[in-house]
């Protein structure tokens, strides 16, 4: 879970970077990244929640 959690953050990052330098923009796939990062949290607590 943490390696995602860490890929996640680097295509924050790259989509941030991207962005600035006027490569591309970041509207769309943005809320994509978020939603990931709700679902990746959602069952990273979700199975730290059944184990004890």
């Known amino acids: ?3 995602a959690q ?3 953050e680097e295509c924050r990052y790259f989509l941030i ?3 600035d330098l006027g490569y591309n923009s970041d509207e769309l796939i943005m809320p994509q990244l978020e939603e990931v990062s709700r679902l990746l949290e959602a069952y990273t607590k979700s199975i730290l929640d059944s184990g004890s």
Do not use: G, R, V
């Open 1 to 3: 879970m943490n390696i």
């Open 6 to 8: 860490a890929s996640l």
């Open 17 to 19: 970077l991207a962005n």
